[in-house]
């Protein structure tokens, strides 16, 4: 495997300037380089997410194909054109150079939940596709409500820190990352923006695998997680350095780390820059609950470096 | 060549003969015979195409729709609770202009949960945008998915079709069928070329893209219904292309012992067949009486029905449906085909019947005519629709309910 630099990244766009996202989304950023590396012949499924507003009658920034689905079945239709593909092919109504790459993209609510059926049977049928969840943790087209990716103590508009729940979230985020790769797909990643590097090396080791090729990336939304659109990549570095967002892979079920820190910085670092964090500080910190993500964080890596 | 098919094994053999790329599927009862049979002769070699099994109905109508929007020949099949589930795609697809060919094998909708027919199922689905063809026969059953290829295909048409066939009384019930060779098959219907070329590399597509202006969403909806419109005479097309071919005429509507009739029923489906028994034996007994059978449900033939029903005293619409709060869902619709004729019936009266599979027999048949032959002689119009429901009836639920330990219950 060859070691990338930012140098390797592809000049041209696939995904153009001006749309009506905001400044700063994270999502974006990584659904722009993951377009980039995987090139024009690709064909983008789009579930109901912010990502749908890319394409907008009659615009669309997408030099290559795009198709808005529905919240719920992106993969079911990404089988139907990969299908589809294949039949044209095997039966000489398209040629093999004009093959496209299906991509899957939607956000961390339409992964977690009200999509997880469609992948999963996705995955099972051993589908030959792309899957790009940008995780922001939350519902952040509708306002920012909680998803199951929406992590312990966060607020969100509907976990709002009160006196009855000064912790705001009280539930853990889904191990989406786990759920997939019990499903053994030859290839789970997550990503960063922080770390495009890392992110083309997988997506070009991913590209060598014919099956399910499925990526999680650390998603900052500026408006979502009350933070300036200027600190998006601080925090996705931040996000890795203080180990809450391990970077990974697994192939065929095989979990390695591909960033693992000789030091982890205090994972308070992180959330303090956040507004959808600030009760834990404001007006009173509350150790307790900042000492239980750390927890969970330690206990992390302690099995990973076992 | 004729055979003995079921409803069931008539889709498939269509399926076959109309040389479909893809299925993907689901199953739920009493549509599962469709994708068993496509599934054996795909693995058989008997037919080159790829079936799917995939995780839901929602699933499997969006990968249809997904599969012929890339450009092959498509087909599904489902059944009541699935079509339900799968519902809000059931817009996409209309939506997405793809000419896709679904098979409902009709079934009540739960709750209660129940395996025998009616079509709440398939009516709920009226407003989507893809086209209805209800049939009466297994022969018709089979005439009508290729038939739906050649109007779904059309590029007046462009919009996806559901052809209905009656859960058990057609699904399951063999009726001698002619099957046509495959080869004249493909002269009526040649192999599928979308309009706006295959998805691939050379062809770059902006596909069901967010549209926030509500003109240009008005437009594409009203495109939609234009073009649901033109089906109608698409219909007509398809239907002279088909009996030129096979000698079998389909009518968008079919009347039966009409012209001289006084009194006409309005109905749709495998009922229908018994209904035709009904009729002659009423005209034995010197009663004007007719039928007219809606065919295709949407596009809504509403010129044709105001026509054939038109100058006649009395019509009575048979739903085998109920429109929970207002009635049969049908009979507004056939009222609507006649309100603005001078010379519209005296009366229509609604009535609703054969829900869950309830046995309608020549006897209700002959109930439902008297009816609306009384509420003619004596100019009452009744309001609500009329629950058919007959004593024995009435006694058997009476049985069930004592021994569901609901004790004795006043009838
Ligand atoms: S709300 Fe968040 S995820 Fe959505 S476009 Fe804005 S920044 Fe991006």
């Known amino acids: 495997m060859t070691t990338k630099t930012l140098k390797d990244l592809p000049v041209e766009e696939s995904l153009t300037s001006g749309t009506m996202l905001c400044a700063g ?10 377009e ?29 194909s795009w198709f808005y689905v529905a919240m719920a079945s992106a993969p079911a239709a990404a089988q139907g054109i990969r299908d589809a593909l294949d039949i044209l092919i095997k039966k000489g109504r398209v040629k093999k150079e004009d093959d496209l790459k299906v991509v899957v993209i939607t956000g961390d609510g339409a992964a977690s939940d009200i999509g997880l059926q469609a992948t999963s049977g996705a995955m099972h049928r051993r589908l030959d596709f792309y899957y790009l969840v940008y995780d922001n943790e939350g519902y952040s087209n509708t306002g920012f409500q909680a998803s ?7 607020a969100t508009k509907t976990t709002i820190p009160s006196a009855l729940a000064p912790e705001g979230n009280l539930l853990d985020k889904k191990d989406l990352f786990e759920i997939w790769t019990a499903h053994k797909p030859p290839y789970v990643a997550t990503i960063s923006p922080a770390y495009i590097a890392d992110m083309m090396r997988k997506i070009e080791k991913a590209s060598q695998f014919a099956g399910p090729k499925l990526f999680i990336a650390h998603s900052p939304c500026p408006p979502g997680w009350d933070v300036d659109s200027d600190a998006v990549i601080r ?10 967002w391990p970077l990974k892979e697994a192939v065929n079920g095989e979990v390695t780390h591909s960033v693992i820190q000789k030091k982890r910085k205090p994972v308070e670092e992180y959330l303090k820059l956040q507004g959808r964090f600030e009760h834990l500080f404001e007006p009173a910190r509350q150790d307790k609950v900042l000492q239980t993500i750390q927890n969970k964080i330690d206990a992390y890596w302690a099995r990973v470096e076992k | 060549m004729k055979q003995l098919l079921t409803g069931n094994a ?31 002769w795909i693995n058989e070699d008997r037919m080159d195409a790829k079936l799917v099994m995939m995780d839901s109905e929602h699933s499997m109508i969006t990968a249809a729709g997904a599969a012929s929007l890339a450009g092959v020949r498509t087909f599904t099949a489902t059944s009541s609770q699935g079509l339900l589930y799968g519902f809000e795609m059931l817009y996409n697809l209309a939506g997405w202009r793809v000419p896709v060919v679904m098979a409902n094998v009709s079934r009540g909708v739960s709750s209660p949960i129940t395996m025998e027919p009616d079509h709440n199922d398939v009516l709920s689905a009226r407003d989507s945008g893809f086209l209805q063809i209800h049939a009466e026969t297994c022969q018709e059953v089979l005439d009508s998915v290729i038939m739906a290829y050649l109007i779904s295909e059309d590029s007046l048409v462009r919009l996806p079709t ?6 058990f009384y057609l699904s399951y019930t063999r009726e001698p069928v002619e099957v046509p060779e495959r080869e004249e098959v493909a002269s009526i219907l040649p192999q599928y070329i979308p309009t706006s070329g295959y998805m691939n590399a050379q062809n770059p597509v902006s596909v069901a893209v967010a549209v926030l202006d509500g003109r240009a969403y008005s437009y594409f909806k009203y495109q939609m219904h234009l073009a649901s419109l033109n089906a109608l005479d698409v219909h007509e097309k398809a239907s002279k292309k088909f009996e030129k071919a096979f000698g079998r005429k389909y009518d968008i509507v079919d009347g039966f012992m009409l012209d001289d009739a006084d009194y006409v029923i309005v109905m749709t489906n ?8 009904a009729i002659k034996e009423m005209r034995n007994e010197g009663r004007k009486v007719g039928l007219v059978r809606i065919r295709l449900l949407r596009p809504f033939p509403r010129q044709k029905i105001g026509q054939m029903l038109a100058g006649k005293k009395g019509v009575a619409v048979l739903d085998q449906n109920i429109s929970i709060g207002s009635g049969g869902i049908l009979y507004p619709e056939v009222l609507g085909a006649l309100y603005h004729r001078s010379d519209r019936p005296n009366k229509i009266i609604s009535f609703i019947g054969g829900l869950g599979g309830k046995h309608i027999g020549i006897s209700d048949f002959k109930h439902i005519m008297s009816v609306t032959e009384q509420s003619v002689k004596e100019d009452q119009q009744p309001l609500q629709s009329i629950l058919l429901f007959t004593d024995s009836d009435w006694s058997k639920v009476k049985q069930m309910l004592k021994v569901a330990g609901k004790g004795e219950v006043e009838g």
């Open chain 1, 235 to 244: 925090l996705s570095k931040l996000a890795v350095e203080t180990g809450i």
């Open chain 2, 270 to 277: 495998s009922l229908t067949t018994t209904a035709r028994a």
């Open chain 1, 36 to 64: 980039k590396v995987l090139g024009q012949n690709a064909v983008t499924v789009n579930a109901a997410g912010c990502m749908s507003m890319l394409s907008v009658f009659p615009n669309t920034p997408f030099k290559s």
């Open chain 1, 148 to 154: 199951s990716a929406s992590p312990f103590s966060s």
């Open chain 1, 25 to 34: 989304c994270g999502g974006l950023l990584l659904v722009r380089i993951f």
């Open chain 2, 162 to 167: 559901i052809v209905n066939l009656d859960g």
């Open chain 2, 10 to 40: 008539s889709v498939a053999t269509a399926v076959r003969l109309c040389a479909v790329d893809y299925i993907p599927a689901f199953p739920i009862t009493p549509q599962t015979e469709i994708i068993e049979l496509l599934s054996r």
